[in-house]
């Protein structure tokens, strides 16, 4: 994964005395956690990507959140959502930020949104 997640030009993962974090590589943008705040939030964020395989033939969609909170939203937005989400997806590789607001007692995501635009970037 970590091979795979290099190739994205926007999109990188980093780690700092807090812990992980998404970084936006132009802007600096910082996405991290709800847990990694003070005060705590009942958030996460997550990386959904369509990344190239190492091997190179052909790509797989990448699901991470920096918590596995962040990971349960992608997939509730990917299973409420796919149909909307193909049409911009299908076609190349994609990288997209994605933040989970989630229930303080049970961490099962109530409100999963797209936190950044579509980044495209071209084989």
């Given at each position: 994964?970590?091979?795979?997640?290099?190739?994205?030009?926007?999109?990188?993962?980093?780690?700092?005395?807090?812990?992980?974090?998404?970084?936006?590589?132009?802007?600096?943008?910082?996405?991290?956690?709800?847990s990694?705040?003070?005060?705590e939030q009942?958030?996460?964020?997550?990386?959904?990507?369509?990344?190239?395989?190492?091997?190179?033939?052909?790509?797989?969609?990448?699901?991470?959140?920096?918590?596995?909170?962040?990971?349960?939203?992608?997939?509730?937005?990917?299973?409420?959502?796919?149909?909307?989400?193909?049409?911009?997806?299908?076609?190349?590789?994609?990288?997209?930020?994605?933040?989970?607001?989630?229930?303080?007692?049970?961490?099962?995501p109530?409100?999963?949104?797209?936190?950044?635009?579509?980044?495209?970037?071209?084989?």
């Amino acid at each position: 994964m970590h091979d795979a997640y290099q190739t994205d030009p926007v999109i990188g993962w980093d780690r700092d005395d807090k812990g992980w974090l998404l970084r936006e590589r132009r802007t600096g943008i910082v996405y991290r956690s709800g847990s990694q705040l003070q005060p705590e939030q009942p958030t996460d964020s997550a990386y959904l990507g369509r990344l190239m395989r190492p091997d190179g033939k052909g790509t797989f969609l990448a699901i991470a959140g920096i918590c596995p909170n962040g990971s349960l939203g992608v997939v509730q937005l990917l299973a409420n959502s796919i149909a909307a989400l193909w049409g911009k997806w299908a076609i190349s590789r994609s990288r997209q930020w994605l933040r989970s607001n989630m229930t303080p007692q049970t961490g099962e995501p109530v409100k999963v949104e797209l936190a950044s635009p579509l980044y495209r970037h071209e084989e």
